[in-house]
């Protein structure tokens, strides 16, 4: 079946601009997960959803980001007023149940000029 | 954020070579997993330990979850051509839904 995919997968915009990632999980995924990747790095946790709730948003680096789930199934990512260190690439991961294994898309890198 | 201390951070060997790459913490954790990354591509899970003291084996694959619970490695057998990508660590607390990731360990195969 469909593994997670995400949209754009590149994405360029300058400085101070607002920029939207697309994540779509697996089907019948009710658990859903940001990461951000910068260079070189691992993966940094942002937050992950239950259904449409979001119990754990710990890991979102400032006011500018913020992401929703509609449906129980597909998120967006929102960076508003985007700043060059936010440059990385931005990882979705969906699994079946809390707990369960974590399935990633391709992820959407983004680079601000 | 916090991460996981993963060493090597590169290794470049020679096809036919056995690898072996761990990851330490200073925190407990329930659940060690390894991932695979290739360019362009997101994470995909090799193994998983859930047990402290489990040993894990998938093909040439080899992982085990160190008795302390705040360290596990991976040991790669008779590497070939396909091997090559960047393998992370990640670890799980308990009843926590987050992974926290090690840097990455990429790996180089001369042919």
């Known amino acids: 079946g469909a593994g997670v995919s995400q949209s754009p997968s590149n994405k360029v915009t300058e400085k101070g601009k607002d920029v939207e990632l697309r994540c779509d999980p697996i089907s019948g995924h009710t658990a859903l997960y940001w990461y951000r990747q910068s260079l070189g790095q691992g993966l940094e946790f942002l937050i992950y959803f239950q259904g449409n709730s979001a119990p754990d948003k710990s890991g979102l680096p400032s006011d500018r980001f913020s992401a929703e789930r509609t449906g129980g199934s597909v998120s967006t990512l929102t960076i508003q007023r985007t700043q060059q260190e936010d440059s990385a690439v931005y990882l979705c991961?969906?699994?079946?149940?809390?707990?369960?294994?974590?399935?990633f898309g391709p992820g959407t890198r983004l680079l601000v000029l | 954020g916090q991460q996981l201390n993963q060493s090597p951070q590169s290794m470049f060997i020679q096809e036919g070579e056995d690898v072996s790459m761990n990851c330490t913490s200073s925190s407990i954790f329930n659940t060690w997993l390894w991932y695979k990354q290739e360019p362009g591509e997101g994470p995909v899970l090799l193994i998983a330990l859930y047990k402290a003291g489990e040993l894990t084996s998938n093909g040439r694959l080899t992982a085990q979850f160190g008795i302390t619970r705040k360290d596990s490695f991976l040991n790669i057998s008779a590497s070939i051509p396909s091997d090559v990508g960047i393998y992370f660590c990640?670890?799980?607390?308990?009843?926590?839904?987050?992974?926290?990731f090690g840097q990455g360990t990429r790996l180089t195969i001369n042919p």
């Open positions: 991961a969906s699994s079946l149940g809390v707990s369960e294994t974590q399935y």
């Open positions: 990640a670890g799980q607390w308990k009843g926590a839904q987050k992974l926290v």
